[in-house]
């Protein structure tokens, strides 16, 4: 995590997270509208763990 991500996010919480897909950004950004806070702890914490927030599926695996 840059320190650009970090004041980004402190910012305009959603732009720092544009990146992680649509659903981290419109989590973001209802936080964000609800209070400043709740948008900036969860654009933080989205930032810090990436890959625990992304689905992860394949729709062309073959089930044996």
Do not use: E, Y
């Not at 509208?33 to 948008?39: A, K, L, T």
């Amino acid at each position: 995590m840059s320190f650009f991500r970090v004041l980004l996010s402190i910012l305009f919480p959603p732009f720092a997270v544009i990146d992680q897909g649509c659903g981290s950004v419109l989590i973001v950004f209802i936080l964000t509208i609800c209070g400043w806070v709740p948008g900036v702890i969860a654009a933080l914490v989205i930032l810090n763990n990436p890959g625990q927030f992304v689905l992860k599926h394949n729709l062309n695996a073959k089930k044996k």
